[in-house]
C-alpha cells in the first residue's frame, strides 16, 4: 500500500486552510483542435485488477488490431464537443491516492477547499444519439471475453498465477479504447452483479460484496438475517461513519482497483484525454472514478453513488452541477437505476442486493420509458442491450438535469 509521505500530509493539512475566496483560473491547454469531430474507436487493451484475495492482480492483455466483436463491431465512431470544466489542478495519481488514503483515516482533516483550475477539453457529444448508443455498445463488448487474445502482461509487482488466470477471475476490467491518434482513450468499466441484473457473469461474489459497501447505508446490514460486508454497525440505524470511509477505501475493494486502472492508462496515454463509461455497478465505479480526477464520464443504469463519493470525500468542483460532465443516463422502468429497488419484495432484496441509495452524483439523464414506451417496471429494463435499443428508439437523447432534491439515508445517524 503506497503511504503518505510527510510532505504530503502538510500539503493537504495547508489545503484545509486555504483561502475560499479565490479566483480559479483558467488554462488553455488542449494541444489538438477541441473542435467538434468524430474518429474511429479500437479496442487496444484490457486491464484487470484484482479484488479481494486478488487484490494484488493487475493484468493488461493487449489486443490485436484485427480484433472484431461478435457484434460486428471493430470501430466505434464518437462525436466530441468542446465544453468547459473545472477540475483539480493537482490530477496526479501519486497525489490523489496519497490525498485518499489520507482522508480514509479515521482522524484525517477533512478538506472541502480545493486548487481548482477551468479548462476547455473535448467531451463526448451526448446530444448525439448515435455517440451516446455507440458508447453503449462499447460497454456492452465490455462483458464479452476477447478469443483470439495475446497473453496476459503482468504490470504490477509478480504474481503468482498458478491458480489460473483467464477471464473468470474476481475483479475490475478496464477496456481501453484509442481514436486513431491516441488523441482520445475511451475506458470501459466492467464490473457488475451479473446473475441477478443481466445474463451470467464470472465476477458474482465479489460484485455482490461492492455493490452492497457502495448503494446500502451501513454495510447491508438491512436486518440480523443479511450478511455485512463491514463492521461498521453499531445499534439500531446508527451506523460508524469513519468506519464506513475506511471500508470503502480497502485495498480489496473494488474502488482502489478503479485507481489502478486509471493509474495504468495514463502511464500508456500520458497525454490523451480520457473518457470514462460503463454500465450497472460499471457505471457507478466510472462515475467515482471520472469525478476522482475530472474525467468526461458516461455512465448507464448505474445504481445511485453519491453517497460513496461523499464517504470517500471526492472532489465536487464549486460551479452549477449543471456544468458538471457526469452524465448518469437511465430510465424510469429500471428500479436499480431509480434507486427504488429496495424493500422485502423486490428482486434486489430477493437476491441479497442491499441497493438503498437514491442519489446520483452528477447529472441525471432519465429516459420515462414508463410513460412513452410503456415499458414494465422490472430489473429487465436494466440490461444493456435493452438500453441499447431504447437510446435508438428515440430521436433526441434524454435532457440531463441535477437532482437537488434528493436525500440518502435520512433514516440513519451517521456518528
Ligand atoms: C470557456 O471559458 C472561456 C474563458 O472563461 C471563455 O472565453 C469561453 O467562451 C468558454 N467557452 C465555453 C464553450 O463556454
Ligand atoms: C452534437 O450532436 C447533435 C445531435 O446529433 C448535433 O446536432 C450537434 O451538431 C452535435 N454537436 C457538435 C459540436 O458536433
Ligand atoms: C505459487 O502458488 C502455488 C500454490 O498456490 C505454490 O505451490 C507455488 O510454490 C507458488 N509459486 C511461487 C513461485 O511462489
Ligand atoms: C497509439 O498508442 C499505441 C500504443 O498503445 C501505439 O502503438 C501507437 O503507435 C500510437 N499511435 C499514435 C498515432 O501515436
Ligand atoms: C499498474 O498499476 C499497479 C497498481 O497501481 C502498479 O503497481 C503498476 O506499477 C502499474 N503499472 C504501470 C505500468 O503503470
Ligand atoms: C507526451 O508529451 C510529452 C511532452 O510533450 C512528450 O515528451 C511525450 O513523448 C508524450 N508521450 C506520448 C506517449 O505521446
Ligand atoms: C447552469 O445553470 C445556471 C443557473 O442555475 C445558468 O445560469 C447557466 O447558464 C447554466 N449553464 C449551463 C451550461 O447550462
Ligand atoms: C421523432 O420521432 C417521431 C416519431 O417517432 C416523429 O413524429 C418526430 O417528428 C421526430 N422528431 C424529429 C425532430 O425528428
Known amino acids: 500500500m503506497r503511504r503518505l509521505p510527510p510532505s504530503m500530509l502538510l500539503i493537504v493539512a495547508a489545503l484545509t486552510y486555504h483561502v475560499l475566496a479565490r479566483q480559479i483560473p483558467f488554462l488553455e491547454t488542449s494541444p489538438d483542435s477541441p473542435e467538434a469531430h468524430a474518429t474511429g474507436f479500437q479496442l487496444r487493451h484490457v486491464f484487470d485488477h484484482g479484488s479481494g484475495t486478488n487484490a494484488n492482480l493487475h493484468l493488461r492483455l493487449d489486443v490485436p488490431a484485427s480484433h472484431v466483436f461478435a457484434t460486428g463491431d471493430s470501430k466505434f465512431y464518437l462525436s466530441s464537443v468542446s465544453q468547459n470544466v473545472t477540475r483539480l489542478s493537482q490530477r496526479d495519481p501519486d497525489f490523489m491516492e496519497s490525498y485518499l488514503a489520507y482522508t480514509s483515516r479515521p482522524n484525517a482533516i477533512k478538506t472541502t477547499d480545493f486548487d481548482w483550475i477551468h479548462e476547455r477539453i473535448r467531451t463526448p457529444n451526448i446530444s448525439d444519439p448515435d455517440t451516446l448508443a455507440t458508447l453503449a455498445r462499447m460497454t456492452s463488448d465490455a462483458y464479452v471475453a476477447v478469443p483470439e487474445s495475446n497473453d496476459w502482461v503482468d504490470v504490477g509487482v509478480p504474481f503468482n498465477e498458478s ?3 483467464g477471464w473468470d477471475s474476481n475483479g475490475v476490467r478496464g477496456h481501453v479504447f484509442t481514436d486513431d491518434g491516441n488523441q482520445t482513450v475511451v475506458v470501459a468499466i466492467k464490473g457488475t452483479s451479473a446473475y441477478l441484473f443481466d445474463s451470467d457473469g464470472d465476477t458474482r461474489v465479489n460484485d455482490k460484496i461492492n455493490d452492497n459497501l457502495l448503494f446500502s447505508c451501513c454495510c447491508a446490514r438491512i436486518s440480523y438475517m443479511w450478511t455485512t460486508v463491514c463492521d461498521c454497525y453499531q445499534k439500531s440505524y446508527t451506523c460508524s461513519q469513519t468506519c464506513l470511509e475506511g471500508a470503502l477505501y480497502a485495498e480489496d475493494k473494488y474502488y482502489r482497483a478503479l485507481l489502478d486502472i486509471y493509474r495504468n492508462t495514463t502511464s500508456l496515454y500520458p497525454n490523451s484525454t480520457i473518457w470514462l463509461t460503463g ?11 471520472g469525478r476522482t480526477y475530472g474525467l468526461p464520464t458516461v455512465a448507464f443504469e448505474a445504481p445511485p453513488e453519491r453517497l460513496a463519493a461523499q464517504r470517500l470525500h471526492l472532489p465536487f468542483p464549486p460551479v452549477p452541477a449543471n456544468e458538471s460532465t457526469i452524465w448518469h443516463f437511465g430510465n424510469t422502468a429500471d428500479p436499480i437505476f431509480m434507486g427504488i429497488c429496495n424493500g422485502a419484495s423486490s428482486a434486489c432484496w430477493v437476491g441479497g442486493f442491499a441497493m438503498e441509495t437514491q ?5 441525471e439523464c432519465v429516459y420515462d420509458t414508463v410513460h412513452d414506451k410503456k415499458w414494465h417496471v422490472s ?5 444493456i442491450s435493452a438500453v441499447i435499443d431504447m437510446i435508438t428508439s428515440y430521436n433526441t437523447t434524454a435532457t440531463c438535469v441535477e437532482r437537488s432534491d434528493c436525500q440518502d439515508c435520512f433514516d440513519w445517524n451517521f456518528v
Open 279 to 289: 454500465h450497472s455497478l460499471g457505471g457507478s465505479m466510472a462515475a467515482l472514478l
Open 359 to 363: 442519489c446520483h452524483s452528477g447529472l
Open 163 to 165: 491458480g489460473g488466470f
Open 379 to 383: 430489473v429487465s429494463s436494466h440490461r
